[in-house]
């Protein structure tokens, strides 16, 4: 694994935050961003990468006593952590709708199943799979909505998300994806490759329940 400083530019930690915004950046990458540089034999990523699991494993009982058994987290170290948690909790934190998998998706997607023309939406992510924004993007006739990439990312960029997850309705009940989906899923997942913005899932959903290209496995 690379160190950062071995990194082009604009993958480092900070000038990532700098030109797409701290939701854009993976949970090693921010506790890359909060702490700077590691120590003499113990590179910076790797320590982020024991801390971020350290997160994800305490969570809100995380305590300094976690963070300084990690080699390279010294006592000013972790307390750059715990500070920044503790201002996040007090003046930042929200519900937020975190995305493990489809299911999570299908109750943000009850307004278009049932609809008699086509709806395409596009949900954008931040680095932790929360949602950010969930948009219809186009409206279609009955068997299909004209889609195009510079519509469906227009919003998501500017959302400065990392990712995201698409869907549609299909009024006539039929869960099986068309030739049209097909090529439509094709065009949108090449286009968030070029721009950096990773694509999830496509569902598509009708009254009688989903279908996942991702649980496919065509993503």
């Known amino acids: 694994m690379k160190n950062i400083k071995d990194l082009p530019a604009h993958n480092r930690p900070r000038e990532k935050l700098k030109e797409r915004g701290a939701s854009a950046l993976t949970d090693e990458e921010l506790v890359a961003a909060i702490l700077g540089r590691g120590i003499k034999g113990r590179d910076l990523r790797t320590i982020s990468r024991s801390v971020a699991r350290l997160i994800r494993n305490h969570r809100e009982n995380l305590t300094i006593e976690h963070l300084t058994a990690v080699r390279g987290m010294g006592l000013a170290k972790a307390a750059q952590i715990l500070s920044a948690f503790e201002l996040a909790r007090r003046y930042l934190i929200k519900d937020a709708v975190k995305v493990t998998g489809a299911q999570d998706v299908i109750p943000l997607l009850a307004d278009i199943a049932d609809k008699k023309q086509e709806h395409f939406v596009c949900?954008?992510?931040?680095?932790?799979?929360?949602?950010?924004?969930?948009?219809?993007?186009?409206?279609?006739?009955?068997?299909?909505?004209?889609?195009?990439?510079?519509?469906?990312?227009?919003?998501?960029?500017?959302?400065?998300?990392?990712?995201?997850?698409?869907?549609?309705?299909?009024?006539?009940?039929?869960?099986?994806?068309?030739n049209s989906d097909l090529k439509i899923q094709e065009q949108l997942t090449e286009a968030g490759k070029i721009l950096g913005i990773r694509v999830l899932d496509h569902l598509i959903v009708t009254k009688k329940g989903y279908y996942s290209f991702q649980e496919a496995g065509l993503i």
């Open 123 to 178: 949900i954008s992510l931040n680095g932790a799979h929360e949602v950010i924004e969930k948009r219809i993007v186009t409206i279609g006739l009955v068997d299909r909505s004209p889609v195009h990439p510079r519509e469906v990312y227009a919003d998501v960029i500017s959302d400065r998300a990392a990712a995201v997850i698409f869907a549609h309705n299909h009024p006539s009940g039929d869960l099986k994806p068309s």
